[in-house]
């Protein structure tokens, strides 16, 4: 454990001198490398022109950290993390496009695809809280297509047929428990 805090204190020291960069090419200059991780483990390159670190949670494009793209492989807490890491006030968009046809707003944690709310983009973004708030105008979840869930008595239907998994994804392991327990019965 000490030679580890050792190499990781030295690694500090190198990156701040600016004569070490982490063992990236192409300008990205995230932290040093960490004893136990090869290159090859610590760092994916999920699109052109990103590439993510995964020890210290953080992805970066070719402006530097990028908050959007660190939510999306690392959740929301990495990227509270980071933000808290570089200041809050250094992109002031909170909008931004995890794909093609999405378009995602990081302050109302919602997504839309052609301009309506979308449950599953929703919910792949900011997680399962804020997509339950994802409703059709009839008060029902359409989680994907030809799946519809009923918020008041979380269940979910899949071509009108309750299905156990679809309920587990949308409300969680409890209601699917409550599911299967009563399709038994």
């Not at 990495?78 to 707003?105: F, S």
Request: aromatic residues 8%; glycine residues 12%; contains cysteine.
């Amino acid at each position: 454990m000490a030679q580890r805090r050792a190499l990781w204190a030295g690694g500090l020291a190198l990156l701040a001198c600016g004569c070490m960069d982490g063992g990236t090419a192409g300008g990205f200059a995230p932290g040093p490398m960490v004893a136990g991780w090869g290159s090859s483990d610590r760092w994916i390159s999920p699109s052109p022109g990103v590439r993510c670190d995964r020890f210290e949670r953080v992805c970066y494009d070719r402006g530097g950290p990028e908050l959007s793209l660190t939510r999306e492989h690392f959740g929301k807490s990495a990227a509270e993390d980071l933000e808290e890491r570089i200041g809050g006030n250094w992109r002031t968009d909170t909008r931004y496009n995890p794909k093609e046809g999405v378009r995602c707003d990081l302050e109302d944690e919602l997504c839309t695809r052609r301009g309506e709310p979308d449950y599953k983009n929703t919910r792949e973004q900011f997680g399962r809280k804020p997509a339950l708030a994802v409703t059709e105008p009839d008060g029902t979840i359409r989680a994907r297509r030809k799946v519809t869930c009923d918020p008041a008595t979380e269940v979910c239907y899949k071509n009108e047929r309750p299905t156990v998994d679809q309920t587990r994804w949308v409300f969680g392991d409890r209601a699917a428990r409550n599911l299967k327990k009563q399709l038994r019965d």
